[in-house]
Every structure is written in C-alpha cells, then in structure tokens.
C-alpha cells in the first residue's frame, strides 16, 4: 500500500483508489491509479494506493471496506471517497462504506456492475470504445442509480492509452466539489 498525503495541511477526506484485475497484472502502481492519487493528495485528500491481489470480488470488497475505515479513523476525516479502475471499478461499486460521500468508477467491466443501485453521487468515466463495459451498456447498468453520472472519454478504449491524465483529471476535480 501507498499512502499519498497533502503538503502541510490535515486532509479534507479520505480516499482509497483501487488498481485493474490483480490476475492480469493489476496493481497499486498501474499509471491511472498513481495518477489519481497523486491528484488526489494534490487536492487537500488522503489517498491509499491499494493492493488487492485476491481477485475474488466480495473478499476483495470487504478488504476495501476494512481499509477504507482504516484510513478514516487514521486521518480523522468523516469524508469518504472510492475510486476504481476496470476490475477496481467493479469492486469500488459493491463496497458499502458508511459515510461515504462519493465514488467514481473508471472503465468498469458492464458484466460486473448487475448490482442494485447504489445511493451516493458516482461519477463513472466510461471509454468511448471500451471492449467490456461500452458506453450504451454502461448507462443501462447504472440507469436506476439515482445519482449516477455517465461521461463518455472520447479517443481511448479499455486500457486508456492516451487518456490517464484527462480521467484523472476529471475524476479529482469532480470528488473535491461533489
């Protein structure tokens, strides 16, 4: 794991950003996941890089669940915030974290988001050509949330070659103002 604080100042919330498949290589140190954390703690945010290598998705959502109510406690912020990529995505919408205040998803894999709805504001950043969660077929999955945002990331696919900097980007600026 990887803690990423702000310079100089306590925290304003707490955020956990959670890493692609761990069995396809999916780690703390995929660039979007440093990215956003760095971002993140550039934003007045405590960020945790963390790794799940489990890529069983209820084991992996009841340790997030445990680290996320780590990091609070830790940095005394009643503030928190989710953020996941591809198969991070999946898990990152499942979690249930009391208190938290927001989630976004990046590039989550449609087949793993028939789940109910989820009640907090989400943000999910969806790849204009994503091979596993298409824009269409992501608005459908998350059309019963009742404050979820679908925005299309034009000129990348899955993997988001070309695109790390604008999603996180977009992601951070939205989590701080929401």
């Known amino acids: 794991h990887d803690l990423h604080l702000p310079n100089g100042s306590a925290p304003t ?13 999916g780690d703390r140190h995929h660039p979007l996941v440093v990215a956003l954390a760095e971002g993140l703690a ?34 005394g912020t ?9 198969w991070g995505a999946a898990v990152t919408a499942r979690a249930e974290v009391p208190g938290l205040s927001a989630r976004v998803l990046v590039a989550p894999p449609v087949t793993m988001l028939d789940l109910e709805a989820r009640p907090e504001p989400t943000l999910v950043l969806v790849p204009a050509h ?47 103002t929401t």
């Open 130 to 176: 994503d091979q596993y969660g298409p824009p269409e077929a992501v608005m459908e999955a998350v059309a019963t949330w009742p404050d979820a945002t679908v925005e299309v990331v034009e000129g990348c696919d899955h993997f988001l070659a070309g695109a790390v900097d604008r999603i996180a980007t977009r992601a951070v600026a939205w989590l701080v």
């Open 78 to 86: 009643d503030r928190r915030l989710l953020v996941g990529y591809s």
């Open 13 to 25: 919330a707490a955020a956990t950003v959670l890493h692609p498949h761990p069995g396809m290589g």
């Open 42 to 75: 550039a934003a007045g945010v405590a960020a945790l890089r963390l790794d799940l290598p489990d890529p069983d998705v209820t084991r992996s959502t009841a340790a997030l669940v445990a680290a996320m109510e780590d990091l609070a406690a830790t940095h």
